[in-house]
């Protein structure tokens, strides 16, 4: 392909993009198909012979297509947002014709030098101390865009182990690190994502996963008491990960109990806010903040709720010398002359090479402003809480989050199965994408606002669509169980229990017909709505 031709393909790819954004609502949500769907579409071995450009856009319509979630659909609440703007798309496509690998200044100081200043920018706009910031006078903290929030998890928590080690090495010289290192505990709640147990098993590391008080938040005192219990037994905690904004409830922890607790036994206290740390734009929202300061290190994702592309994960730390006191590896075809005088973000992180991804950030908050982003938050966070009221009047659900931002959390009243049953069917549909989470062993439905240009119309849509599957499986288990009462009186009709059961859920029908197993195996609705078996 040369240039001219480059152009012409060029524009009708941007058509083609316009296009596909413009008629998603048109489109399912999910795919129809099922594995190995596109071994029978394409050819078992690459092309000899260079192919028509042509057949190739042809085929992607015939073979991809029918294939993809589409997840910047108005109709797709599942997970988290996968952050997606114009201005965002452009900067990618800038940024792969630039097709610089900006791991040092030397290799692109624009590069490098934008990442530094669009940092400080965010970090001011979230609301971060100063001491989190590369620019200021005396400071020694400092941002960096690594490609997800688990690799802001996994380089934190190396960067605790090492300065804890060395640490220990200064206390006890003869020790070998092998030794050091099976007494280093980190900890998290069992609401924190699962990212942290993946870095703990990275880091050859103890991970102890605390529990959670009725809002699903890590106190202060189940982790002070954690922390006395291991260090009474010779471990030596080194890490905290604290949440705001969890995966399953977006629950938030209070670092301000959590902060002062890890400083006063030296614990390194990172926070993950991938979600929800772009709602801190919001000068509203920033009182989730509360303690921040205690923290090492701080990370969010711009790709998942600030409209900038995947992978742009935003990793601030408080003293940037123990982040690359970790990493740093020092070959001589990487020196420049210039060092001793700027940043080299090789040894911010675990890989060398680096994409020039500070342009999209840079696109997408020039082009919509502080007050642009702030308006696109909030406009989500009003048709989640839209959403909130219209489960909450149908005493048939319940709602199981404190909502505070896009995320709600919601249920049948009923069994895990019943609402397990109720997701399969919506989702099956292809109407609608969903996605479960388990909340203290209660199956719940999480409904997220996802879409960049999501409307109320949306929001109502949605809503129609759950309870008209909710409705259905509802009538269709009532008659099963009035089948199923009948049956059983045909079989034992003196027996007065099942006579006056109003309603009854079945787990095995063979065996609720017989006597033997009746009083195992039936499950009878109390007036608390609640399943409990008889």
């Given at each position: ?279 801190f734009i919001c000068p509203e929202f920033q009182h989730l903040l509360k303690g921040i300061e205690y923290a090492s290190s701080f990370n969010m994702n711009p790709n998942k709720w600030m409209l900038v592309n995947f992978d742009c994960s935003t990793l601030w730390v ?42 999209k950030l840079w696109f997408v908050i020039r082009n919509y402003g502080i007050e642009g982003l702030q308006n696109y938050i909030r406009e989500h966070v009003r048709l989640a809480k839209k959403f909130e009221r219209l489960v909450a009047k149908d005493e048939r659900y ?107 859920f079945v787990l095995d029908r063979k065996k609720c017909l017989s006597l033997r197993y009746k009083q195992s195996f039936f499950v009878r609705m109390v007036s608390d709505s609640k399943l409990l078996q008889s």
């Open positions: 392909m040369d240039t001219s031709e480059f152009r012409k393909r060029g524009r009708e790819m941007v058509d083609y993009i316009a296009d596909y954004i413009e008629d998603l609502p048109s489109r399912r949500v999910t795919p129809d198909v099922e594995p190995g769907y596109l071994r029978e579409l394409l050819p078992h071995s690459a092309p000899f012979k260079g192919e028509n450009w042509e057949n190739i856009i042809n085929d992607v319509d015939r073979c991809i297509m029918p294939g993809v979630t589409h997840w910047q659909h108005p109709r797709f609440h599942a997970y988290f947002p996968a952050g997606n703007s114009y201005p965002s798309i452009l900067a990618d496509m800038l940024s792969d014709a630039i097709g610089c690998v900006g791991f040092s200044w030397a290799a692109s100081p624009a590069c490098t030098e934008l990442e530094t200043i669009i940092l400080d920018w965010l970090g001011k706009m979230i609301g971060l101390p100063e001491k989190f910031l590369c620019l200021p006078e005396h400071s020694n903290g400092g941002g960096v865009i690594q490609g997800s929030a688990s690799e802001c998890v996994l380089v934190s928590l190396l960067a605790a182990r090492h300065t804890t080690i060395n640490n220990l090495k200064q206390q006890y010289p003869l020790a070998e690190e092998g030794v050091l290192l099976s007494k280093l505990v980190a900890y998290c709640s069992k609401e924190g994502h699962s990212c942290v147990e993946k870095a703990a098993m990275i880091g050859f590391v103890k991970l102890r996963i605390l529990d959670v008080d009725e809002n699903f938040h890590l106190r202060g005192a189940t982790l002070a008491e954690a922390l006395q219990e291991d260090r009474a037994i010779g471990l030596v905690p080194f890490f905290v990960s604290a949440t705001l904004g969890s995966t399953s409830c977006c629950s938030f922890d209070p670092i301000h109990e959590i902060g002062p607790i890890c400083q006063k036994e030296g614990v390194w206290l990172h926070v993950d806010a991938a979600y929800a740390g772009s709602a408080k003293d940037r010398f123990k982040l690359t006191q970790a990493f740093v590896v020092d070959p001589l075809y990487l020196r420049h002359n210039y060092s001793g005088k700027s940043i080299d973000y090789r040894h911010w992180g675990i890989s060398l090479s680096r994409r020039f991804r500070a342009l319940e709602v199981v989050n404190k909502v505070l931002v896009g995320l709600v959390c919601f249920r049948l009243k009923g069994s895990n199965s019943l609402n397990q049953k109720l997701l399969s069917a919506v989702n099956a549909s292809g109407k609608l994408h969903m996605v479960p989470a388990s909340l203290n062993s209660c199956y719940v439905i999480r409904f997220c606002v996802c879409a960049q240009h999501a409307k109320e119309e949306d929001i109502i849509y949605t809503w129609k669509v759950i309870k008209q599957f909710g409705e259905n499986l509802l009538e269709n288990m009532k008659l099963e169980n009035e089948d199923i009462k009948k049956e059983a009186l045909e079989e034992n009709p003196q027996d007065e229990e099942i006579e006056n059961t109003d309603e009854l």
